[in-house]
């Protein structure tokens, strides 16, 4: 399963850096509210987009 996000990562450097940079701000910087919100729906936008391209839970 690690295998496979880590493949995801790789696969899309770009969204990935930008992902990576995004919860570093979030958690070690502490930005504006309103800007905090919305890195936050980018976080939870590209969380969903793993987790549709991945499957990792097919039944």
Do not use: E, R, W
């Amino acid at each position: 399963m690690l295998k496979k996000i880590f493949n995801a990562f790789l696969d899309n450097p770009f969204l990935a850096s930008i992902v990576i940079s995004d919860l570093f701000l979030l958690l070690f910087h502490n930005p504006p509210f309103i800007f905090s919100i919305a890195m936050f729906a980018i976080l939870i936008a590209y969380c969903m987009f793993l987790g549709q391209k991945l499957a990792l839970f097919k039944i």
